[in-house]
């Protein structure tokens, strides 16, 4: 893992493989003890949704982001920067990794814009990350823990966890992204997991509609970070040890896609 030290990897891990986070924290906490530096980035979906039906509302989609009129915003927070967040950091810290949570609105380290087309409500699309905050907590030993929650212009904004990931690892020059969802990687158009794709293919596949919904957004912060010098990883969370294996290189499950 030698390669790796001293530049953060930045895992995502999806709303959809949340159930298996037991796991997937143990990987981190070993991946620590091995001199690597991570950043957890968290999604939330699925629980936004269950909230959301408890209230009466049906959630909605464009192209794999979720459509955020105020209730929705209201419910995405307490979701994600409260309910997910703190539960993550205290499994974490209950097993010995010290944990902090931070939302991309804590110290205006993320800030967003509304994104206006499509207008999906109160949805943000990236404008800046200041990796200060985040910096500080690694060199002071705590793992940062980052929910999806960022500063606009008038108050908080929703953002993609997918898009947040590739931006962070962006601006924390960081070697290497691993995705962790529901799925074992990319499938091509005839249902396959690819191993490897290159930023021009991935395109093509967005292009024709191979990636489609929650794929999309994953593969746009793949191609941003691969353009940044990272190599980025696609994986299924229910995938024991996915996180080692990427980290120290070896062939693994999941998809790796490079420039
Ligand atoms: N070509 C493809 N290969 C694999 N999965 C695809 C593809 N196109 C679309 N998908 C969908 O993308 C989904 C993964 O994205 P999704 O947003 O649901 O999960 P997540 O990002 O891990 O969770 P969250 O959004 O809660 O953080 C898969 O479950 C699958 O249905
Ligand atoms: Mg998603």
Known sequence: MGAMTGR????????AALPHREAVLRDLTEAREAGIQPILVHGGGPVITEWLKR???QPTFVDGL???????????TMALAGKVNKELVATLNLAGTPAVGLAGADGGWIRAR???????????????????????????????VVAPIALGDEGLLNINADTVAGDIARAVG??????LTDVPGVKDASGQVSGHLTAAQVK???????IAGGMIPKVQACLR???????AVIADGADPGAIGIHIRGEIGNGTTITA
Request: no cysteine; proline share 7%; hydrophobic share 50%.
């Open 204 to 210: 093509a596949m967005r292009d024709d509609g191979t």
């Open 114 to 144: 509304r994104l206006t087309s499509p207008d999906l409500g109160f949805v943000g699309e990236v404008v800046s990350v200041d990796p200060t905050p985040a910096l500080a907590l690694i060199s002071a030993g705590y793992l940062p």
């Open 66 to 76: 979720r459509v955020t009129d105020a209730e929705t915003l209201d419910v995405a």
């Open 225 to 231: 970070a691969v353009d940044g010098g990272a190599r």
């Open 174 to 179: 960081a070697a290497l992204l691993i995705f």
């Open 8 to 15: 953060p990897v930045v895992i995502k891990l999806g709303g």
């Open 55 to 57: 209230i009466g509302k």
